[in-house]
T-cell receptor, first 112, second 116 residues
């Protein structure tokens, strides 16, 4: 059974800092992994979808990597801004199935 | 673009009542799914569908029914509501099953359900 863990549960940084959010998963037989952002009271917004063949994806100040062999993915946020404050979640499929398993998220606060 | 539309946004039920949460997407997405989000438990998959006429169970399917008669709609039915079903429910869809390239998951804004 796939288990997805995100540590830390909360992170507070000053504006302008570069930061890394971590995601680990137990079942490495995955073909892709997704990172999402959730603002309070809102639905999730897809940030990056990484295929196992790509190992890395970039969108603006965001860069996500995927290492299946170690069961880890990281989301790198460059030059953080207060508007980046949100909860960030990662999700991986359970084995080769259509079932997506989510981590519990990291709540990021960027202080001006 | 409407994207994924969920109705209602808020609902209060009494124990034993039934209701249907509606989900519609206008992106011709093949894959649709329902999640519930609870404090400390995160997002958990209830049911999902990979196309019209095809549904399957997720992690927490008990107490919920689904059907997929069209590509656009994927309603979630609570047959006899219980307080344990108090939660925020999210519908999500993806262009591609298996979440391959271009298969990002799109979420609705959520439906907050309280069962008294």
């Amino acid at each position: 059974k796939q288990e997805v863990t995100q540590i830390p549960a909360a992170l507070s940084v000053p504006e302008g800092e570069n930061l890394v959010l971590n995601c680990s998963f137990t079942d490495s037989a995955i073909y892709n992994l997704q990172w999402f952002r959730q603002d309070p009271g809102k639905g999730l917004t897809s940030l990056l979808l990484i295929q196992s063949s790509q190992r890395e994806q970039t969108s603006g100040r965001l860069n996500a990597s995927l290492d299946k062999s170690s069961g880890r993915s990281t989301l790198y946020i460059a030059a953080s801004q207060p508007g980046d404050s949100a909860t960030y979640l990662c999700a991986a499929p359970q084995g080769g199935s259509e079932k997506l398993v989510f981590g519990k998220g990291t709540k990021l606060t960027v202080n001006p | 673009n409407a994207g994924v539309t969920q109705t209602p946004k808020f609902q209060v039920l009494k124990t034993g009542q039934s209701m249907t949460l509606q989900c519609a997407q206008d992106m011709n997405h093949e894959y649709m799914s329902w999640y519930r989000q609870d404090p400390g438990m995160g997002l958990r998959l209830i049911h999902y569908s990979v196309g019209a006429g095809i549904t399957d169970q997720g992690e927490v399917p008990n107490g919920y029914n689904v059907s997929r008669s069209t590509t656009e709609d994927f309603p979630l039915r609570l047959l006899s509501a219980a307080p344990s079903q108090t939660s925020v429910y999210f519908c999500a869809s993806s262009y591609r099953r298996g979440f391959g390239a271009g298969g990002e998951l799109f979420f609705g804004e959520g439906s907050r359900l309280t069962v008294l």
